[in-house]
């Protein structure tokens, strides 16, 4: 495994004061909270930076730590050191603890800790007694805006404490198959009761799996609502006409008015994101002119000119 | 060891779905009394009757309620911080969506002498 040196990951010196490690450690809290950053590591970060704190703010397990010596480099091999069943104190955590933590920090503090996904705990659901209640896990679900429209399935895997006959705390890969309803949006979850860490003597914990929509090449989502901006030609605006849209459900026919411009939206209703109240969908019309690249196309553009000879488009500029 | 389970549906957490103030408290892990709070706050909207024996909640407050904890209980705020840097969150990510959009709608910029 790999040794984790804790005062970089603070960005502290070794012999940095408590209020120093503190300070440190609230920052990058702050910094790194999965439910604050954007980084797409925060999570990793976060849990690191944790772990850093759960053994430096501790008098004792710093101690120990700067025990193994300071002549490690973080991502070094390490093997704990021959003999340290002996004199070695062991911690008692609980089982959402102990997965927080890598195996590094369980080979010095005890606790078969490693990663799984990033648990979180209710706060509420510590210190019940002896009866605890598992873990709460949440995923992360990038699904495709079609998947999104007309529902689907998902096979997920996911990596979880379990505990072993003998009580042990064990990390287990799980599939699960998930129908992911029809109609879900940007940031919604849905949670799987029951589906999250072993609870040990209290419930399992809870699944919850957030969606993320991945950018789609022509729409943009805003809640159940779809905006798609779609190329008519300066006749079509003009004259008025109608013209294929496509839509997630297929393609429709739209009735362009005569006399549209530019930026103009339409809106189709009930052609969004289906749910109880389906979301609409947003048409925003943008005129393309077809290329001036040859002699018959360019007189056709003159002759536009010369009948148009008296519209100023820039008038409201005072130009 | 892998293990498979098939199938497994879950409740989507929408507007729709309409969650009581025991289940609340328990997917939270918390008591009636800090749910209370949370209401009293402005964190949670209930509807529903006037008691918390009545309260119903959306399922998009479920979401909110867990990571207002979460934010408290990691970054050791108090309630009306949390309350306050989940506003804030909130404010910040729908800001971020508008900016895409607008970015979008963007055409490309044509350099000119």
Aim: glycine residues 12%; aromatic residues 6%.
């Amino acid at each position: 495994m790999e040794y984790k040196d804790y005062y970089k990951i603070l960005g502290v010196a070794r012999d940095a004061s408590a209020d120093e490690i503190k300070r440190a450690y609230r920052k990058l809290a702050r910094k790194y909270h999965p439910d604050v950053s954007k980084e797409p590591d925060a999570e990793t970060r976060f849990k690191e930076v944790n772990e850093a704190n759960e053994v430096l703010k501790d008098p004792d397990k710093r101690a120990q730590y700067d025990a193994l010596g300071s002549g490690w480099h973080a991502g070094d091999e390490f093997r704990p050191p021959p003999g340290s069943g002996g004199g070695r104190r062991e911690y008692e955590f609980s089982p959402e603890e102990a997965a927080r933590f890598s195996d590094f920090f369980a080979s010095i503090f005890g606790g078969a800790g490693r990663g799984a996904g990033f648990g979180d705990v209710p706060p509420g659901a510590r210190d019940r007694g002896f009866a605890r209640r598992g873990a709460d896990q949440t995923a992360r679900l990038r699904i495709s805006l079609e998947d999104a429209y007309h529902g689907s399935s998902r096979q997920l895997s996911l990596e979880m404490p379990e505990f072993d006959k003998d009580g042990r705390l064990q990390t287990r890969t799980r599939t699960l198959n998930v129908r992911i309803p029809a109609g879900v949006t940007e940031g919604q979850q849905i949670r799987l009761a029951g589906q999250g860490g072993p609870g040990m003597g209290g419930d399992n914990g809870d699944l919850y799996l957030e969606i993320e929509l991945m950018p789609h090449p022509i729409y943009r989502s805003e809640g159940r609502n779809i905006h798609l901006r779609l190329p008519i030609t300066p006749w079509e605006a003009a004259l008025g006409a109608t013209v294929p849209v496509p839509t997630l459900g297929g393609t429709v026919s739209l009735k362009i008015p005569p006399n549209s411009q530019s930026n103009q939206r339409l809106r189709l209703r009930g052609r969004g994101l289906p749910g109880k109240t389906p979301g609409d969908a947003f048409i925003e019309l943008e005129i393309v002119n077809p290329p001036a690249d040859a002699d018959a196309a360019r007189s056709a553009f003159e002759e536009l000119s010369k009948h148009f000879a008296g519209f100023n488009p820039r008038a409201r500029l005072g130009v | 060891m892998a293990q498979h389970e098939t199938g497994i549906e879950g409740v989507l957490l929408d507007e729709q779905t309409r969650v009581s103030i025991t289940e609340m408290t328990r997917v939270c892990g918390v008591s009636v009394e800090q749910v209370r709070l949370m209401v009293g706050e402005g964190l949670l909207q209930p509807g529903g009757g006037a008691g918390p024996d009545n309260w119903s909640f959306s399922g998009v407050e479920v979401r909110r309620a867990r990571r207002a904890l979460r934010l408290q209980h990691d970054l050791e705020l108090n309630l009306a911080g949390a309350a306050l840097a989940l506003e804030l969150l909130e404010e910040v990510e729908q800001l971020r969506r508008r900016v895409r959009a607008l970015e979008q709608q963007h055409g490309v910029i044509c350099e000119v002498d």
